[in-house]
């Protein structure tokens, strides 16, 4: 224990600094949510270490409006929305490559946006997410971007998955009632 008035040790709060930024979390809330997606974004050994844990972050909701080439459709966004929340994961162990990679593969998603998440315990933290700037109404997701969603939100577990769930079913109603009967 550090006493008020004594000097600390040389560096140690450097240090505790610099693994911070080296080694951010992100938060994720769409395919990524389940582990088997890492690979084909990092490749299998980077992927491996890889740690995900169901977090909500509150204030904000899933928008299907982000736009992906090859998609066939909608990708997920988020949109700020009081009173909502999206379930979704932390990832820790990203590496600089893995971040460098995935900063490649979500560059219509960057820059990265910095947010406070809660996990299923009810630890608070920072973390980073992806998320396009575009507005514009919700598109229609492509079945398999879904099933991928809704695969990762069960992985994770009930509160993940009843979370996309209730988005999917708003989105759904949403899109029917702006198409003509």
């Known amino acids: 224990m550090i006493k008020r008035g004594l000097p600390r040790r040389p560096g140690r709060r450097a240090a505790r600094h610099q693994v911070i930024r080296d080694t951010p979390t992100l938060f994720v809330y769409g395919s990524l949510m ?18 995900l844990k169901p977090a909500r972050l509150r204030g904000w909701r899933r928008w299907w409006n982000g736009v992906r080439r090859g998609y066939g459709g909608g990708v997920l966004n988020m949109k700020r929305a009081a009173g909502h929340e999206i379930w979704g994961a932390v990832v820790e162990g990203l590496s600089a490559e893995a971040w460098a990679r995935l900063d490649r593969q979500e ?12 996990t299923l315990r009810g630890k608070r933290m920072w ?21 991928a969603v809704r695969a990762g939100a069960a992985w994770l577990g009930r509160a993940v998955l009843r979370n996309v769930e209730e988005d999917v079913a708003r989105l759904a109603n949403e899109l029917s009632r702006r198409s003509p009967a």
Do not use: I
């Open 107 to 118: 560059r219509s998603h960057l820059p990265r946006q910095r947010v406070m998440v809660v």
């Open 34 to 51: 389940h582990k088997k997606y890492w690979r084909h974004a990092l490749g299998s050994k980077e992927a491996a270490a890889v740690r």
């Open 127 to 147: 973390a980073y997410c992806y998320r396009q700037r575009v507005r514009g109404p919700e598109r229609r997701p492509a079945a398999d971007y879904v099933a």
